[in-house]
């Protein structure tokens, strides 16, 4: 099963702009998680925000939770070549699932 | 921090052959396990839940026969994809719940799959 949806579904942009990707979910959580992903590769866990939360900050981090509106944002301030990845939200009442994704491609 | 760690990393298998993957939570005894399946370019669908000593609970869609789970103990769970075929092919990902402070769960690296 699957319960988030990001959106959009692919992003590009210049390097050192913002990016800005968007999850919505449909039932109650404990937490909400964002990971990465690059291509071929294994995740990398970036920030969990709990339902009692409405904003968190990791570095260049940002995310904020609405549990009314059931959704939650990442983002990423001065992008970076580095930061070209798949970006996954996933909420966590007593299992894990995630949404479909969103590819972001920073461009030189 | 806690680690889950996946054995093989990556398994190239005959048509009609059997393959296990083997998850491991190295620092901590796991209360439960997840088994993730991701095709390319798509997210990571949860396939089973199993706790330690009882049967995998299989999503929806998931063939309980095909996709084998094993909870054998604290710190190890497997993963035998029964018959592959080319349709298996896929990057596993295993998950580990950990009771620590609160509930926290962490990912393997990853098993990929290809059936020749």
């Known amino acids: 099963s699957q319960q988030g949806e990001e959106d959009p579904q692919a992003l590009s942009i210049q390097e050192g702009e913002n990016a800005t990707m968007n999850c919505s979910y449909k039932t109650s959580i404990n937490n909400l998680q964002w990971y990465r992903q690059n291509s071929g590769r294994g995740l990398v866990h970036l920030i969990l925000?709990?339902?009692?939360?409405r904003e968190k900050h990791s570095g260049r981090l940002r995310v904020t939770l609405d549990t009314s509106k059931k959704s939650s944002s990442l983002l990423i301030t001065a992008s970076r070549a580095a930061d070209t990845a798949s970006y996954f939200c996933a909420t966590d009442a007593d299992k894990i699932i995630f949404g479909k994704g969103t590819r972001l491609h920073i461009l030189p | 921090g806690a680690v889950v760690s996946q054995h093989p990393s990556w398994v190239i298998c005959k048509s009609g052959t059997s393959v296990k993957i083997e998850c491991r939570s190295l620092d901590f005894q796991a209360t439960t396990m997840f088994w993730y399946r991701q095709f390319p370019k798509q997210s990571l669908m949860l396939m089973a839940t199993?706790?330690?000593?009882?049967?995998?609970?299989?999503e929806q869609g998931v063939e309980k026969d095909k996709f084998l789970i094993n909870h054998a103990s604290l710190t190890l769970s497997t993963l035998t994809v029964t018959s592959a075929h080319p349709e298996d092919s896929s990057f596993y990902i295993c998950s580990a719940r950990f009771r620590i402070q609160g509930y926290e769960q962490y990912f393997g690296p990853g098993t990929r799959l290809t059936v020749t």
């Open positions: 925000i709990r339902s009692n939360e």
């Open positions: 199993s706790n330690e000593g009882s049967k995998a609970t299989y």
